[in-house]
């Protein structure tokens, strides 16, 4: 049964930081292609980033690129999302998840597995 537990959500300033960490178990993380996405208030589910198993094909959204940093330590099973220069229409529930295929073509919010999310709040 997979399980994604996200954590490390919070109250943060525009232009502050925050890493955001998804712990898995019930798969074999290694070999799994994962996702980060997020729901801002009165929002559908948006795909921000993606990585592949290894690690070396990543892809991102323009509005997050060269703010956000997605990574995964797979000896732990534990994929980050680590934010910088945070502005407050970043402000939504993030959500990791399993998905077929790193890009964001693939990921599917009706079929894709993806923890309870984890609340990020932009204010000043």
């Known amino acids: 049964q997979v399980q994604l537990v996200e954590s490390g959500g919070g109250l943060v300033q525009p232009g502050g930081s925050l890493r955001l960490s998804c712990t898995t178990s019930?798969?074999?993380?290694?070999?799994?292609?994962m996702c980060w996405v997020r729901q801002a208030p009165g929002e559908g589910l948006e795909w921000i980033s993606g990585?592949?198993?290894?690690?070396?094909?990543?892809a991102y959204r323009q509005f997050v690129h060269g703010r956000f940093t997605i990574s995964r330590d797979d000896a732990n099973g534990i994929l980050y999302l680590e934010m910088n220069n945070l502005r407050p229409e970043d402000t939504a529930v993030y959500y990791c998840?399993?998905?077929?295929?790193?890009?964001?073509?693939?990921?599917?919010?009706?079929?894709?597995?993806r923890g309870q999310g984890t609340q990020v709040t932009v204010s000043s």
């Open positions: 998840a399993k998905v077929k295929h790193y890009a964001r073509a693939s990921y599917s919010a009706s079929e894709d597995p």
């Open positions: 019930g798969f074999t993380f290694s070999t799994s292609h």
């Open positions: 990585i592949n198993p290894d690690g070396r094909m990543i």
